[in-house]
């Protein structure tokens, strides 16, 4: 018998068979509004720190200005995250 489980491989970070699939690039462009969930790896705790916080700040910033996109709102909680992503122009080709 393999000593390897079948929960293993669920649990494999970069085993993507259980991703929700990505929409087509239409449902983010413009004026979509995604809201976004993102769970930490097994629902590992204490990486929510005020060195995380500061950091994770800073990189939405950058994001949100490289890809046109504004995040008025997000909540990380100490598994997880919930984030809103909108389209900051009507551009359709962004």
């Given at each position: 018998?393999?000593s ?8 494999d970070?970069?085993n ?11 449902h ?12 930490t ?7 929510l ?5 500061c950091?994770?700040?800073?990189l ?6 490289r ?10 909680m100490p ?16």
């Amino acid at each position: 018998m393999n000593s390897t489980s079948s929960n293993d491989r669920m649990r494999d970070p970069l085993n993507r068979a259980f991703y929700l699939p990505r929409l087509a690039r239409e449902h983010y462009q413009a004026g979509a509004v995604v809201h976004w969930t993102l769970t930490t790896f097994d629902r590992a705790r204490g990486w929510l720190t005020p060195s995380f916080h500061c950091r994770f700040r800073e990189l939405m910033l950058h994001v949100a200005a490289r890809e046109n996109l504004v995040c008025p709102i997000y909540c990380l909680m100490p598994d997880h995250l919930h984030l809103i992503w909108m389209g900051y122009t009507w551009n359709l080709t962004s």
